[in-house]
């Protein structure tokens, strides 16, 4: 049987006891001295080869060839934004499922949910399928809640969590307007399932999908008992551990719409520079003041 969620939820001795170990930790580690992150740290990889410039190439090896430029610049001068064309999107939900592949999510936790919006009166009416990832807001409310600095916002404007750090108050969960963080109890799709012994491996009793590392933060995080990131909060960061790569987010690549766009707003010739600039662009909940960073064309 799966293991009560509660299990993963610190009592209230806990969780004071967790903030008053680990809080001047986390100010001296990143607001002060302001270390980087492990994928941060990392050299520039060899980067995919692509082929000549052509005029009406796919828009991917477009993006591929804009991301590889950014990537010469210094971290602080890149800004990654999203941009998302709500008159291509279909709602197959690929870009949801391939999320879950690519990051290797237990039951629960979405990184990228797609949401519909009926639009008319019956019986003429249609639907819109909004695709909605972490925003990676410029002034995102959930790092200013964060009791033990778990979340910050990285130079290039990539909103992460170190999961060694996060105690699972969920406090950032409730402080974003727009639902994108989710929480990990340590669940599992084997559990309960008949027939599943075939697949298991170990004394833990998982498949092999479910203990085998994923890779995010630069870092690979096998999923074992209740390490992390079990018992933390998780959300999407823009497939971090690919663009450092030269790869684009796994989202973009799977898109069979080509809907989704992805690149440096910074610079003047990416092609998200060009999308965002249109009259038909919107960002979700902009009164709410967090300025996001992805785009939605109508």
Request: glycine share 8%; with cysteine; hydrophobic share 35%.
């Amino acid at each position: 049987m799966a293991e009560s969620p509660e299990k993963f939820i610190p009592g209230r001795r806990d969780l004071l006891a967790k903030i008053a170990s680990t809080v001047f930790a986390g100010l001296v580690a990143r607001a002060i001295v302001g270390e980087p992150a492990p994928a941060e740290a990392a050299t520039l990889p060899e980067l995919p080869p692509l082929p000549p410039a052509q005029p009406d190439e796919d828009p991917l090896i477009r993006m591929m060839r804009d991301l590889q430029r950014a990537l010469q610049k210094p971290l602080e001068q890149r800004r990654w934004v999203m941009v998302i064309d709500l008159r291509k999107c279909v709602g197959c939900h690929a870009c949801t499922i391939s999320c879950v592949a690519e990051n290797k999510l237990p039951p629960g936790v979405v990184y990228r949910v797609v949401l519909e919006e009926e639009i008319g009166t019956y019986p003429y009416v249609t639907r819109r399928f909004i695709p909605r990832p972490c925003m990676q807001c410029d002034r995102p409310p959930c790092v200013p809640v964060c009791p033990v600095y778990a979340t910050w916002k990285r130079p290039d404007g990539i909103v992460v969590i170190d999961y060694h750090e996060c105690i699972g108050c969920r406090y950032c969960i409730t402080a974003c307007p727009y639902g994108a963080r989710t929480f990990d109890f340590g669940d599992r799709y084997t559990e309960g399932t008949p027939g599943a012994q075939a697949f298991l491996v170990g004394e833990e009793g998982a498949s092999v999908y479910e203990v085998s590392p994923a890779f995010e933060y630069g870092r690979p995080w096998p999923r074992r008992g209740e390490a992390q990131p079990v018992g933390n909060t998780r959300k999407c960061h823009f497939c971090l551990h690919r663009i450092e790569r030269g790869l684009l987010p796994q989202c973009v690549v799977t898109c069979i719409g080509r809907a989704t766009y992805f690149g440096d707003a910074n610079d003047p010739d990416n092609l998200v520079s060009e999308l965002i600039a249109r009259p038909n662009v919107i960002r979700l909940k902009e009164e709410m003041g967090a300025e996001p960073k992805v785009y939605y064309l109508l």
